[in-house]
């Protein structure tokens, strides 16, 4: 993997759009709505990728599979760093635009946290340090070709070298078993309402 560098606003932009359509065009399974249970059109989700992609591209967390850009990842956590502060706010206020609003927000991120917290604030609680895949995407083209397994094994090679484990969550049955597949462990299932789960991966040192 690359950490994406010397881009303008058009190639944020695009590279946000291609990250939304992936997301928006997704197939999930008959268990689960995911993300798009409270983003309905495909322009609020490229408000909410966008915001994502811009903050991470300005924070330094922002990676491709190649110069062919095949696959995008944003990392943070021992290694990689985290969001800057301003940066965050920015994506905040644009999140909740894409969600519609506070109200709807608020509903989102208390659906998000039901059941329990999620694993990066288990991890945190046990003061364990970890490298965090907070976005992971292959552009539609590209699907079926083994980058996800090339971004994976990038970011193993990076956790080993810090001794740390990875983590994330992932809103789709589905997606968990290929992150299982690809070296992942099943840490917790949380239901989030009607259609709505967080799938909570772990790797190990």
């Known amino acids: 993997m690359e950490k994406l560098t010397g881009l303008n606003k058009a190639d944020v932009t695009e590279i946000s759009k291609q990250i939304a359509d992936a997301f928006y065009d997704y197939k999930y399974n008959d268990d689960d709505l995911g993300l798009v249970k409270y983003i309905k059109s495909r322009d609020d989700m490229f408000i909410y990728m966008n915001a994502i992609t ?9 990676y491709a599979t190649s110069d062919k850009r095949e696959g995008y990842l944003m990392l943070s956590g021992e290694g990689a760093g985290s969001v800057r502060f301003f940066d965050g706010i920015k994506m905040i206020m644009a999140e909740k635009k894409a969600l519609g609003g506070f109200s709807n927000m608020k509903n989102f991120i208390k659906a998000c946290f039901a059941e329990g917290s999620t694993i990066e ?6 003061k364990r340090k970890f490298i965090r895949i907070e976005m992971l995407v ?6 079926g070709q083994g980058f996800m397994r090339k971004i994976l094994e990038d970011v ?3 956790a080993d070298k810090e001794n740390v484990p990875v983590i994330l969550d992932t809103d789709d049955k589905d997606k968990a078993v290929r992150y299982e597949h690809l070296g992942m ?13 967080m799938y909570d991966l772990i790797r190990e040192v």
């Not at 811009?54 to 922002?62: C, D, K, Q």
């Not at 292959?138 to 699907?143: A, G, S, Y």
């Open 54 to 62: 811009r903050a991470a591209y300005n924070s330094g967390l922002l």
């Open 121 to 126: 604030s288990r991890m945190r609680k046990a």
């Open 138 to 143: 292959v552009r539609q083209e590209f699907q």
């Open 156 to 158: 193993y090679k990076l």
């Open 185 to 197: 462990k099943l840490e917790r299932i949380r239901n989030c309402g009607e259609k709505f789960h």
